[in-house]
């Protein structure tokens, strides 16, 4: 598989001397959602992430902001302060080198310097709230300035009056000016939003979106044009030496000898044979295909005790009729009867195309209306709209918000700059209700069936919004602005018909999932299997909607959305979108001992429904992909099955890599 976790586990193998390794992928771009639809990644606590990973996002953070040449030394003056060793100028380099009493250390990476009287303080506090002089709401806090760790130049954050800053450690008193604080391994972060007049969605068009917390200043690539995370990549892997095998399509058959697959043949023709495969797919096809045990769709709350599994009881009501005058239900909401509250089903969430959008008038194409276009097939939101009357203020407002600005060298805006924006759909937005649902154990013709719906399902709402009298002169006005970035996503196409730049990925953000001899739930795994983590994660369990239904209340016929899980783990609610980093076990990368045993599966790995969405984010793929790579070269070497595998020696040699795997 292409995807993210595919590609960092073919480099991570060829690194660790597994010999001759080929990628095969089933369309011709490499990196999956990473290059194919995102370009802005979600790292959850971004101090999780390391390895190929982050070598990855470093390098495309490289790309847009190279780095400056160092500034020739200056002769230093340095002070000791609660036996730390600080600049008496901040502004000047040196504190990594610093040299003080040999009782005075430098700075540690997390600590900072808080200046006392621009801040709530007390001795011992975990917390740090900013006060600012009187009139000012925000500020921009960067190197020397109030809170006060040296940085390079672009490191900033900006903060607001009132706002509380959570300490990893008590603070502490260091004299009658400073304190030392320990921040949170992610604390102060900025989404930047209400680009392109696309603010994030507040009224019952759409829904708030928790940002992910941000590296102060310029990210490591978080943030990021498509077609240079595409390119990074595509060098990473040449650097590597791994083989590209690109578009097989598929597979159709796979060779076993017992629990071993020996080779396996794709609908292209290609017939790859190795020692030990890894199932870097979205859909787990070879896994499945070799005879893992797969599932898809929601267990039961029973089946492991856990309170956000199952369907899920309605999130949202809309006072809508959803029928038409002769009884049948109006589009994309199903009358299809749900199971209980609670119990087992095999409804998937929402996938949805990640569109690239600018206001740059020489970099965009216009929206274009679809071949097939029916203006009834948009009565949801004739209804929601109320024709008009009820039409939203802006596209953040109906649900599809900018994350971004993405960097970009558009120049023709005049006087004002020019935005690039990743479009985040949510909800009755660009993710599509319903849409999915076929999609993880459908045939080749069925999947690419329901690419091709989400693909004329996006089409044809962003035409709807641009043109429809119903959805109102503020989306008219706004679509007459904006259109597809024409510097993504060229040709080749993944298929003949798509439209010109279109995201080459669908956002497959679930399918089957491995059921191996350990499944991971949203419970923490017993120390058994914690001990023998190989990543990190800090997401929470962020399940979009599954389905958009009719149902009764009283004697009313209304619509209603059920599916959204957002919460910790253990069954603690969500204070965001990120919890404290957890431990990825490398058992939940397995297939069952008597199944599979020279096949690891790091992205439809073993886990429930709901911790599945715990780990869903590319960078953790990539992550998991980097333990599955490693861990197959030392399966090879040493002739094992990958169940046997000396995982003590697997963490030391990630870590030598760079993995973090210890929260």
Known sequence: GGTGGGCAAAIAAARSGAGSVALAMPQYHVGGMNTGGLQHADPGNESTIGGIALE???????????????????????????????????????????????????????????????????????????????????TVLKKSEKLARYLPPAMQREVSNGQVIQLAKPAVAIDDTYALITLQPSPLGRLVRDTLRMSSPSSTHGASVDPPSLHPGAPPGWLYEAHVAEAVLEQMLSEANVTLIRNVSGITSVA???????????????????????????????????????????????????????????????????????????????DAPLVPVGAADSRIEVYDFRLCMTDSPGNMMRVQKPANYNASEWEFWRRLYKNGTNAPSSLGDAGLGCLGPIPNNYSDCGANKCVKCDMLGMEHATDMLNG??????????????????????????????????????????????????TDEYGPPQTAPTDPPHWPYQLYVREARRLVGDFVWTEFDPSPEFANRQVGLGAYTFDCHWVSLYTNQTGTNHVIQAEGRVNRGRNGQPSGGVLQTPFPTPYDALLPKRTELTNVIVPVAV????????????????MVMGHAAGTAAAMARTAGTAVQDVNVTALQKTLISQGQKIFP
Not at 123 to 133: Q, Y
């Open 436 to 485: 999915a649902w076929g999609y993880p154990n459908g045939t080749a013709a069925e999947r690419t069936a329901i690419r091709d719906a989400h693909i004329a399902y996006t089409m044809g709402l962003l035409w709807f919004w641009a043109t429809d009298p119903a959805a109102g002169e503020a989306l008219h006005a706004e679509l007459a602005t904006v259109g597809h970035c």
């Open 256 to 334: 076993t000898d017992g629990t071993t697959v020996k080779s396996v043949t794709f609908r292209s023709g290609e017939t790859v044979t190795a020692t030990v495969f890894v199932d870097g797919s979205y859909e787990g096809d070879l896994a499945y295909a070799a005879g893992g045990t797969m599932v898809w769709g929601r267990e039961s709350m029973a089946e492991y005790n856990e309170s956000g599994a199952g369907r899920q009881p309605p999130s949202i009501t809309y006072p809508i009729d959803p029928y038409w005058a002769d009884g049948s239900v109006i589009p994309h909401v199903s």
């Open 606 to 621: 073993s886990s429930t429904h709901v911790r599945f969405n715990a780990i869903r984010m590319e960078p953790v793929w």
């Open 56 to 138: 990855f996002f470093n390098r495309v953070e490289a790309h847009h902001n190279p780095p400056s040449p160092s500034p020739p030394s200056q002769p230093q003056t340095y002070k000791c302060l609660g036996g730390r060793c600080i600049p008496l100028d901040f502004d000047a380099p040196g504190i990594a080198n610093a040299t003080c009493d040999s009782e005075c250390i430098p700075l540690e990476e997390d600590e900072w310097l808080a200046v006392r009287f621009l801040s709530n303080f007390s001795n011992g506090n975990r917390t740090l709230t900013v006060r600012l002089p009187s009139g000012q709401a925000t």
